[in-house]
């Protein structure tokens, strides 16, 4: 397959969007040490993996946090200066802290935000969600 060929493919992301007391959790997303904006916990899906199994393995990894009762959510269509993706999200109100080391991690500040008092620079992804969906809807 050409160059060419693989810039036209579209890659899938997950997300999870953790719902607890009317809040949203939210960390701080890096890409090459430079700040993108805050980002549910998620990241790609893997060849093989159901999105469920997607999501828990980013939550686990990303935030330490294990989900529980979910139901599936809304979509974003990611166009990025460089490349295109879409991302999946599962809607969670149920869920664990399995470490607490990741979950307090400094650099990416896990924070909860009010619906609507969401930090001003927010991940593309997250961003291009918003424009179609509104939280309390979720």
Same mark, same amino acid.
């Given at each position: 397959? +050409? ?8 890659? +899938? ?19 090459? &040490?430079?700040?993108?904006? =805050? ?18 393995? !980013? ?5 330490? #946090?294990?989900?529980?009762? !979910?139901?599936?959510?809304?979509? +974003?269509?990611? #166009?990025?200066?460089?490349? !295109? ?7 969670? %109100?149920?869920?664990?802290?399995? &470490? ?9 500040? =896990?924070? =909860?935000?009010? /619906? ?6 927010? /991940? ?8 179609? %969906? ?5």
């Amino acid at each position: 397959m +050409s160059n060419k060929d693989t810039n036209k493919k579209v890659n +899938s992301a997950v997300a999870a969007l953790i719902i607890k007391n009317k809040k949203i959790l939210l960390g701080r997303r890096f890409e090459n &040490n430079q700040f993108m904006g =805050w980002q549910c916990p998620g990241g790609y899906l893997q060849k093989g993996e159901t999105v469920t199994q997607a999501v828990n393995r !980013h939550c686990t990894q990303k935030a330490g #946090i294990k989900i529980a009762a !979910h139901r599936p959510g809304p979509y +974003s269509n990611n #166009i990025f200066a460089e490349h !295109h993706t879409t991302t999946l999200y599962l809607v969670v %109100n149920e869920f664990t802290v399995c &470490n607490r080391d990741v979950f307090e991690n400094e650099k990416k500040q =896990w924070s =909860w935000f009010d /619906f609507d008092a969401l930090p001003k620079t927010l /991940f593309l992804p997250l961003a291009e969600l918003l424009k179609n %969906n509104k939280f309390p809807q979720l």
